[in-house]
């Protein structure tokens, strides 16, 4: 087989050829291969003290989503109560609307992620500030506030089932389920930790007063309220943390949703649309109707998003550019109320009350045209009106599922007592029996979730 | 460059060996074979015949004389091969002497049926018969002269069993191409492109994301593939899956569509010419919008739906109905208007030959500006002619090819197209600002002041539309332009008669500028668009790829031939984009310096890839064909722990007819057996391997400041999608090859399949998903195509072809631990169809109480989701047939397609039902009553479904009709051209389906892909019939 041999000659010189060249070409592999891509952040690049400065940046971005800066849980939590109707045509914010979220439901995975990334957000800060940063200390304060609101905003709004992870490094440390009263203690150590690193700096009074205004509202969840009075007992009323806005950076959400794109119509008591127009809307208070100068709206003529639902805007953040309170001294003071009642003193708790309304004043919430209230005279009564102030007071700002559920859960109300149970839904059907929002089903990707039962406080 | 010295040490070997191996046997004995090719009967010359040495790389084409040379043949006995589309192959021996000069002349006998004998592969060209996979070839010359084709896609549909093309229905909108069903969850399931031996962009949604409201909605999205013009087209080749496409390397697995463009031919100088017009009509039938309101309503929200008529708890109204698409003063719907010209120049001699092209074609799509909205405008400043014709594709191309074989061993082409475009496409579909979801969702009156429904915010009337007029719609300009140039040169070199060098290098560069346009005071009032808004961005999207590759051919008998390929492949894939804009504009301006708030972003990709192969190609007898193959890829998109694959390919075909032992009946011409098995890949994105942060802007106490944020986990074990492809089949010929038979089955088990695994939230990272080698899908299925020429007679002929294909899709797993990914109505489930629907089934409905209206309590609804069907269609079939009669001088094809086995969402239907409140089983009690029912299960059923919806689409269509006549000499003659003919031609002509909405074929979702991505119908454009003339002209 001469003939043979010659092929096979042939045969290995190519092949010879080609391994010569694979050898040649691992040679020049590396810069053919090596694609540049500008547009992402190497981790390295942020391993000094810009790169920790703009960490912290980033990590109240990330808070500044989870709360008035998209379709937050504020946004979502509000239309799951009695703040938002849907004026939309997505079935995620009509079912929101109804009570009966799907765990897939989109608009409330992503809330729940926001709140998450604000959290993972304000760890990585943390490390990188004491790394790289370490003064002013009261930044990273800042950043143990930012991871307890995150905590506090989930054992707000979601199911008996809280997880929190840790993906400060690989492989991720996935947490297991937690009772809401067990995130609202972790939310409480995040916030105990922002006040010992607030330091004494400039930043330092923002840091205490957030922290202290935190982890009252944690504690409230705790039903420890007489606790909750005393820590915010400092808090100036007028104190405020201002979430702001710039067109190029991002507007104000809430203003975006409702105002601009008309998603979401501000909810009142009477319903406005289809046949059920002029039925009341059972438990739900009365945003519009009320006309309290709180909850400012106006009527235009134009309907909502779907074309069809008639619409109303909220009037308290009137520009893409109004800043929202994250927290203010307002609330202090309702805590203060709240304790107060709970103690059994009327008297101060309906002083607590009549002073925010008062226009003028060192306790005036600062807005004119309220009158005082007078006392309702049952407990039932009494309590009824601090919720409602509470609503009117911290309107939009992601308290109000908070309150809806420990009113069932903490002073022992019915579950029907919750905004729309019962009655027909304006988009059909009747209300569902959700008292919280669900875990979301992509969380179930961690081994350790579970789902919980959403119809339960 | 970091090449240390002992590595550039061994390249210098290798070239040097290759060199080497390139020179040796310069000096061996050769001699030269010529001769001429004619036709048996006519003596007629054959040009464009292959002529080649068997056993060696020497090739030879015949010119317009038929005469052909072959140099450089090596001493001894030889056999000549001849090929040519439409006669039989032949072959015939020769003895050749050293500088001797042997003749040898063919006559070949016509075939009836003509198919194409040789293919492009990854290493060349080869004998089809020597493959042991299918290849489908279009003959696209042919095609575009005759058949009302106006894109690539176009070309390509119904072509190929197994290629299923599902083109956009707007002027300009794209397509989307899927070659043996879907095989990855996460990336795209395209084809790759190979144009004139270079590889080509062919992105599907190549459009700014900033430009169009939504993520893939409110238009038709463009398609690079669609650039081509496909009058420029000679030949298309499909390479459909691994088993044939492993050479071409990672992003192979979704099969090649390899395009040959027009070429000169040598002989006198030819000119042709062709101008073509047209019409587009919508033939569609659309929603009529109804509305019953409550009595003395003062709201239009005030509806009184049947379910609450049944219940007593509303007094209704009269029924009221109205469609604004049979209302001509209302009806943003009118007859577009196509033009297309172009010319054509080849010729040259045996050793330079030249094509050269120049086409425009415009098109303007069918929406408009309806009667009474231009009258309004007309007293508000006027309008505007891009406002009156939204949607308009202008498209001018230019073309010219050289190709040269200076010496008879070396072969050079040089290859370049270039086109401008500029499309206007207007947001018609599924958007706030598309106008479908106004048309569509309009009440069932024209105006009723009384409950608020008269006046659009901006004072128009609305005369049916939901909130929005086409006025409004229209005044926002979008535009894409486009200018491209793809360049390629083409190299062969045979040094010697056993080695055959080739070398393809080439770019394909796109400049691409996308913008949009609302002037102050103009377009829907949709949050603060207004105000003004203007947007500009521009994109370079650049291909550079090389492919070089040496074959050496040895004959160590007569009975056996080898072939060994070595080669190497280089693609860098680059696109970067700037993109700025502003809102709120000063009045009277267009620019982005004019407006107060002026943004701006950017994004780049880049991806490279660097691949090696070997093929060894055996053939025995001529008559049995072995091939095998590897091929090794490195790609940056790897993650940092993996570093290469290796796919590698076994191919046989046997033509078993021409074994003793083969009881060959006598209706057989010839049985071929063929199977392959192969490997490809598909190449991950280029960010997906690696962990970042991205850049953000946050503003703190009224300042922006910059800021990073956690975006993304990455993977450093990051690696190719992997698919692994057997095909098996046989080709037959029959009754002496009048009929031929073609039948494949294939399996291909998509292994690394990547998916995009959900992150749980908790985890707080940017990106939700991240990219993971944890999947594995399926497709098998079985392909056809029966080709049949029925009457061939000489002033009568009729040729038919039956091709189909049935694909089965299965996710065969996402990986341990992975949850099944879930949307709203696609779902990827283990065991099931990607992209399958998924619904609360409506178990049951039932009017018990015969009061003629279905309520809550009378449907019954699964409460557990389940599989309702495949979202794309698992079968199709094509039949087309040709007939020439009247002395051949009249051609009339018609062909007819059909696709099924798949559910549709009818998404336009259910966001009436849901959201518009106008569709007719919300209010007429004369609605079927399961119309009535999927809407009861839609809104008031506490386990809420779409099920109702989803509707099986199969449906038959006329798809193509033309009349192509000779003209008399005289009449081309009196034209000054000495050949001309005429073609009246119809596309998408009649439908039959039972599908309920307005088309099967509407289809949201042509260019789109992705994780959850089906053909969705939910207020988008249908497809309109053309209707074109078209005269050719030669000179």
Redesign the interface.
């Known amino acids: 087989m001469k003939?043979?041999i010659?092929?096979r000659g042939?045969?290995a010189?190519?092949?010879?050829?080609?391994l010569?060249?694979?050898?040649?070409?691992?040679?020049?592999?590396?810069?053919?291969?090596?694609?540049?891509?500008?547009?992402?952040?190497?981790?390295n690049?942020?391993q000094n003290a810009d790169?920790a400065e703009?960490?912290r940046?980033?990590?109240?971005?990330?808070l500044?989503t989870m709360t008035a800066g998209d379709e937050s849980t504020w946004i979502m939590g509000g239309l799951f109560a009695d703040e938002w109707k849907s004026s939309d045509?997505f079935?995620?914010r009509d079912?929101t609307d109804q009570r009966?979220v799907d765990p897939?439901n989109?608009q409330i995975?992503t809330a729940?992620?926001f709140i998450?990334?604000?959290?993972?957000?304000s760890m990585?800060a943390i490390g990188l500030l004491r790394k790289y940063k370490p003064a002013p200390a009261s930044n990273v304060g800042m950043m143990f506030f930012v991871k307890g609101f995150a905590e506090l905003q989930s054992a707000q709004d979601f199911c008996d089932a809280q997880?929190?992870?840790d993906?400060t490094a690989?492989p991720?440390q996935?947490?297991s389920p937690i009772t809401v009263a067990q995130a609202f203690q972790l939310a409480s150590a995040s916030f105990d930790s922002a006040l010992a690193n607030a330091g004494t700096d400039a930043g330092s009074a923002l840091v205490n007063n957030l922290a202290k205004l935190g982890k009252a509202r944690a504690q409230i969840g705790l039903k420890n309220y007489a606790g909750a009075a005393t820590l915010v007992a400092t808090v100036p009323t007028n104190f405020v943390f201002?979430e702001?806005?710039?067109?190029?950076?991002?507007d104000n959400g809430i203003w975006?949703l409702n105002n601009?794109?008309k998603r979401y119509t501000v909810q009142d008591s009477i319903e406005?649309?289809?046949?059920l127009?002029g039925t009341a809307i059972p438990n739900a208070l009365p945003f519009v109707s009320a006309k309290d100068p709180r909850v400012p709206t106006s009527r235009?003529?134009?309907?909502g998003?779907?074309?069809?639902?008639?619409f109303d805007a909220q009037q308290i953040w009137p520009t893409?550019e109004t800043?929202v309170a994250l927290l203010s001294g307002v609330e202090a003071r309702l805590d203060e109320a709240e304790a107060a009642l709970k103690a059994g003193d009327v008297a101060t708790y309906l002083q607590k009350l009549n002073d925010l309304r008062a226009a003028t004043g060192a306790n005036s919430g600062g807005v004119a045209g309220l009158t005082p209230l007078a006392d309702p005279g049952t407990q039932t009564a009494r309590e009824d009106l601090l919720f409602r102030e509470r609503a009117f007071w911290n309107f939009g700002r992601g308290s109000r599922l908070f309150d809806l559920r420990r009113r069932i859960r903490d002073y022992g109300r019915a579950t029907t007592s919750f905004p729309g149970s019962g009655a027909p839904f304006h988009?059909?059907?009747?209300y569902?029996t959700q008292l919280s929002l669900p875990i979301?089903?992509?969380?179930?990707?961690?081994?350790n979730?579970q789902s919980c039962d959403a119809t339960k406080p | 460059m970091r090449m240390v010295p002992a590595r550039m040490a061994a390249n210098a070997v290798a070239f040097a060996l290759l060199f080497l191996i390139s020179t040796a046997g310069f000096a061996a004995a050769q001699g030269t074979i010529t001769g001429r090719v004619t036709a048996q009967g006519t003596g007629e010359a054959i040009l464009e015949t292959r002529v080649l040495v068997v056993g060696t790389s020497l090739v030879a084409t015949t010119g317009t004389d038929g005469r052909y040379t072959l140099r450089g043949v090596p001493n001894g006995a030889q056999q000549i091969r001849v090929l040519r589309v439409g006669f039989a192959e032949q072959k015939k021996g020769v003895d050749v002497a050293a500088g001797q000069t042997a003749t040898l002349d063919f006559v070949l006998s016509a075939v009836v049926v003509k198919l194409a004998e040789v293919v492009t592969t990854a290493t060349g060209e080869a004998r089809r018969v020597e493959l042991g996979n299918t290849v489908s070839n279009i003959n696209a010359a042919q095609r575009t002269a005759t058949a009302p084709v106006k894109s690539l896609a176009d070309v390509l549909a119904g072509q190929a069993p197994g290629v299923q093309v599902a083109s956009g229905s707007v002027t300009g909108s794209g397509a989307r191409v899927r070659i043996r069903g879907t095989s990855s969850l996460s990336l795209s399931s395209d084809p790759i492109y190979v144009i004139d031996g270079v590889r080509m962009t062919s992105s599907t949604g190549s459009v700014s994301p900033n430009i169009f409201v939504g993520s893939g909605d409110g238009r038709g999205t463009q398609t690079r593939a669609l650039d081509i013009n496909p009058d420029d087209i000679e030949n298309i080749e499909i390479v459909k899956g691994p088993s044939a496409a492993t050479l071409y390397g990672t992003d192979a697995a979704n099969g090649v569509i390899v395009i040959t463009t027009k070429h000169g031919r040598g002989g006198p100088q030819k000119w042709t010419a062709f101008g073509e017009t047209g019409l587009l009509k919508d033939r569609n039938t659309y929603p009529t919008a109804y509305t019953t309101l409550v009595k003395g309503a003062t709201a239009l929200s005030q509806i009184c739906r049947l379910t609450a008529q049944a219940a007593g708890t509303c007094t209704p109204d009269s029924l009221r109905s109205y469609s604004l698409f049979t209302d001509p003063t209302a009806s943003p719907i009118g007859s577009g208007s196509r033009r297309q010209g172009g010319v054509q120049l080849s010729g040259g001699s045996e050793t330079l030959r030249y094509f050269s092209s120049g086409q425009f074609e415009d098109e303007i799509g069918v929406y408009q500006i309806p009667s009474y909205e231009i009258s309004r405008l007309d007293t508000i400043g006027g309008t505007r002619e891009e406002w009156i014709h939204p949607n308009r594709l202008s498209r001018q191309n230019l073309r010219a090819n050289i190709n040269a074989s200076p010496s008879g061993s070396l072969d050079v082409s040089v290859n370049t197209g270039f086109v401008h475009s500029t499309t206007r496409i207007p947001q018609t579909d599924n958007n706030s600002l598309g106008l479908l979801s106004h048309a569509y969702g309009g009440p069932g009156f024209v105006s009723m002041p009384s409950v608020g429904y008269n006046l659009s915010s901006t004072g128009a009337q609305l005369h049916g539309y939901r909130a929005s007029t086409p006025g409004d719609i229209f005044q926002n300009t979008t535009t894409q332009e486009i200018n491209r140039f793809i360049g390629s040169t083409n190299a062969n070199w045979r040094p010697i008669s056993w080695l055959a060098n080739r070398a393809n290098v080439g770019i394909d560069y796109t400049a691409r500028q996308d913008q949009q346009l609302c002037r102050r005071g103009t377009c829907a009032d949709i949050g603060s668009t207004r105000l003004g808004l203007v947007e500009d961005d521009r994109a370079s999207i650049n291909t550079f790829s090389a492919d070089v590759g040496s074959t050496a051919t040895f004959a160590p008998a007569a009975s056996m031939n080898f072939k060994t390929t070595v080669g190497a492949q280089y693609v860098n894939a680059y696109s970067g984009r700037n993109g700025s804009g502003t809102s709120n504009l000063a009045p009277g301006t267009q620019t982005v310096s004019a407006g107060a708030t002026p943004f701006s972003d950017e994004a780049t990709s880049s991806s490279r890839t660097l691949g090696l192969f070997i093929e060894e190609a055996a053939a025995f007898r001529d008559r049995l064909f072995l091939t095998a193959a590897l091929r090794t890829d490195q790609n940056s998109a790897f993650g940092t722990n993996f570093q290469r694959v290796v796919y590698p390919k076994l191919s046989a075909s046997y033509l078993i007819s021409e074994e003793s032992f083969f009881p060959k009946p006598r209706f057989l011409s010839e049985l071929r057996l063929r199977a392959a098995l192969g490997e490809s890949g598909v190449q991950p994105g280029p960010l997906d391997a690696l962990r970042f942060y991205a850049p953000a802007t946050v503003n703190i106490n009224a300042v922006d400041q910059p800021a990073v944020q956690f975006s993304t986990l990455g993977n450093s074990d990051l690696r190719p999608e992997r698919a692994r492809e057997f095909e098996g089949g046989f080709d037959a010929r029959m009754f002496d090859s009048r009929v031929t038979l073609e039948a494949t089955y294939y399996s291909k088990v998509t292994k690394d399949a990547l998916i995009s695994a959900v992150i749980p939230p908790s985890a707080g990272s940017g990106a939700t998903t991240r990219r993971q080698n944890l999947g594995s899908v399926k497709n098998a299925g079985a392909e056809m195509s029966l080709n049949a020429q029925l009457v061939d007679r000489r002033n009568f002929a009729w040729s038919t072809t039956l091709s189909g294909s049935m694909n089965e899709n299965k996710l065969v797993t996402l990986g341990e631990g992975i949850q099944p990914i879930v949307g709203a109505t696609i779902r990827q489930v283990p065991g099931f169809p990607l992209n399958g629907y998924w619904q609360r089934q409506i178990l049951s409905y039932d009017d018990k109480d015969k009061n003629g209206i279905i309520t809550a309590s009378e449907v019954v609804v699964d409460t557990a989701f389940s599989y309702i069907g495949y979202s794309i269609p698992r079968y199709e079939a094509t039949l087309s047939n040709g007939i020439e009669t009247f002395n051949r001088k009249v051609r009339i094809n018609a062909m007819f397609d059909y696709k099924g086995g798949n559910m549709l969402l009818n998404g336009t239907e259910r966001i009436r039902c849901q959201n518009r409140n106008n569709c007719r089983g919300l209010f007429d009690q004369t609605a079927p009553l399961f119309e009535q029912a999927r809407v009861v299960a839609l809104r008031d059923d506490p386990s809420r479904t779409q099920a109702g919806y989803m509707e099986g689409a199969g449906f038959v269509r006329f798809r193509e009709l033309s009349v192509t006549a000779d003209m008399p000499q005289i009449v081309a003659a009196h034209l000054r051209a000495s050949t001309a003919s005429i073609t009246f031609a119809g596309r998408n002509l009649f439908k039959w389906t039972s599908y309920s909405g307005i088309d099967p074929e509407s289809n949201a979702d042509a260019g789109g892909g992705g994780t959850l991505s089906a053909p969705s119908d939910f207020q988008t454009s249908p497809p309109v019939t053309f209707y074109t003339v078209r005269l050719n002209l030669g000179f």
Do not use: W
């Open positions: 003939i043979s010659r092929h042939r045969t010189a190519m092949l010879g050829v080609l010569l060249a694979a050898s040649g070409c691992h040679a020049i592999s590396d810069p053919l291969l090596d694609a540049p891509q500008p547009d992402i952040i190497n981790p690049d942020v790169g703009a960490a940046v980033g990590a109240i971005g990330r500044k045509t079935q995620q079912e009966l897939t989109a995975t729940f992620r998450h990334r604000a959290r993972l957000s990585l997880i929190f992870s993906a690989e991720i996935y947490g201002n702001t806005y710039l067109q190029v950076s991002g975006a601009s794109v406005r649309n289809g046949a127009a235009p003529t134009t309907r998003f779907d074309g069809v639902t008639l893409r800043a988009k059909g059907g009747n569902g979301p089903q992509a969380e179930l990707n961690n081994a979730a």
